[in-house]
Structure formats: structure tokens, C-alpha cells
């Protein structure tokens, strides 16, 4: 087993052999587990769950895999997360929402994506949401919540339609093309998601955006265009950048 995974290009075999077999009840379905990841299938795929600030975030093949820099949105998310509602955008299987969950048991939490698959996932990692809900950004939210919200949080898709070629393939044939591809520049979801925040946001509530180090300026620039007030935050140890903006009160 060890021997096929690397030999598919598996660089920690021996750990993902180990959880193979630990998700298999016997050898046909660990042979069938072995058959899918050596065919290019994302191993939390394969194994039906992703490990996300300590948590099992459930997955469905097809639905985007939450990263490990991620963590970082989640823990700015979580920082600022008081009293008022939290949304999360383009949640995919929810995992920030559901790390934030965790630590605000108590929190008025929605998360929205435009992918049915994703909102099925999510909806399963977030029994304790006030909504999980399908639809186009803030579109699929309810109309209660303008200028209500304390924290808007979102991983929207920033890889540039010209460098989704370049992505792993496990990436780019395995996961939605909407959740990765960004358009031409990598910023047009980032751009909606900016220019409709202040519309959203409580006075003092703050739009937190995953992005890459090259494009946290242009990210920046767009915060500022709608009216907030940015700042660039990074994570060396997971080369994660996060840019974060309040609306003035």
C-alpha cells in the first residue's frame, strides 16, 4: 500500500496509508480507499473528512478541501467575534464557521455558497448555524441582517484564471473550478464581497478576506474603495495572509 501511494506521487505514504486503513471496516473497502487516492482523488476526500482547527471538517468528494492556512482566517474571525451575527462567504464545508462555532457556541452564525454540494457539506459541519443557505454571496442571506453584522469572513476564490492550469492537479481536477478561480486577475469575488460589505456590516463590525502576499495590496485597495478601513495580517509559520477591514463607526 505504501509502495502505491508513493509511487502516485504520495509524499507522506506512510502517514496516509495509516489513515487509510484506520477509515477502512475491511480490505475490499481499503483496497477500493488505496484505488481512489492513487487515482488523483484528494485524500480528505478519500477519507471523507479534513483536520481544521482540531476539528473533523466531513467532506464530499467534489467539495473544495480547506486548507491549513486557512486556520489563520479562522482565528482572526474568531478574535473579533463578540456579540453580533457572523457570516461566512463562500463557505465551502464550512470550516471557519464551524471553528467559530466551537469557540462562540452561542454566536448568530450563517455561511452561504453557491455550490449545492458545498451547502449540503457545510450544512452537516454546522448544526448550531442560525442558516446555511445557497445562493450568490450576500444574495442568499436574509434581509434582517443588514448593518447587523459583527464579522464577515470569507476564502473567496483569488488564483488567477491564467494560473489555475498551474495548480496541483488534485486541486484543479478534483475540486469546483468555483471555488479556485478568481478571474483575471484574482480578485473578482473579492471585489463584490468588499464593495457589499459596508451595506452588511454594524458600525465597527469587520470583513475579514483570505488572499496570497502578491495580492494583499490590491485586496487592500479594494477595502479602501468601499469605504473600510484595511489592514494586511500574515502568518509566516503557514504563509497565510489575511486581509481585514472595519466599517468607520
Known amino acids: 500500500m505504501v509502495a502505491a501511494l508513493r509511487s502516485a506521487g504520495c509524499v507522506f505514504a506512510e502517514d496516509e496509508a495509516a489513515l487509510l486503513h484506520e477509515a477502512a471496516h475491511d480490505d475490499t473497502e481499503l483496497a477500493e480507499l488505496v484505488r481512489r487516492r492513487v487515482s488523483g482523488l484528494p485524500l480528505e476526500q478519500v477519507l471523507g473528512w479534513a483536520e481544521f482547527c482540531g476539528l473533523r471538517i466531513s467532506l464530499s468528494p467534489g467539495v473544495f478541501v480547506p486548507r491549513r492556512r486557512t486556520e489563520f482566517l479562522a482565528e482572526q474571525a474568531i478574535a473579533l467575534t463578540g456579540s453580533g451575527p457572523v457570516v461566512e462567504l463562500c463557505c465551502g464545508a464550512g470550516a471557519v464557521a464551524a471553528a467559530v462555532l466551537v469557540a462562540h457556541p452561542s454566536v448568530e452564525l450563517y455561511a452561504a455558497d453557491v455550490d449545492p454540494a458545498a451547502v449540503s457539506c457545510a450544512a452537516g459541519n454546522l448544526p448550531g448555524a442560525a442558516g446555511v443557505v445557497r445562493g450568490d454571496l450576500y444574495r442568499a442571506l436574509p434581509d434582517e441582517l443588514r448593518g447587523r453584522v459583527e464579522v464577515v469572513v470569507a476564502n473567496a476564490p483569488y488564483v488567477p484564471t491564467g494560473e489555475v492550469g498551474m495548480m496541483p492537479p488534485e486541486a484543479r481536477l478534483h475540486e469546483p473550478a468555483v471555488a479556485l478561480d ?66 468607520p463607526r
Open 182 to 247: 478568481g478571474g483575471a486577475d484574482g480578485l473578482d469575488i473579492q471585489r463584490r464581497v468588499a464593495a457589499e460589505a459596508p451595506r452588511w456590516l454594524a458600525p465597527g463590525g469587520n470583513l475579514l478576506i483570505e488572499t496570497s502576499r502578491r495580492q494583499a495590496p490590491g485586496t487592500a485597495a479594494l477595502f479602501t474603495e468601499a469605504g473600510l478601513l484595511p489592514r494586511i495580517l500574515h502568518c509566516e509559520e503557514r504563509d497565510a495572509t489575511v486581509v481585514a477591514g472595519t466599517r
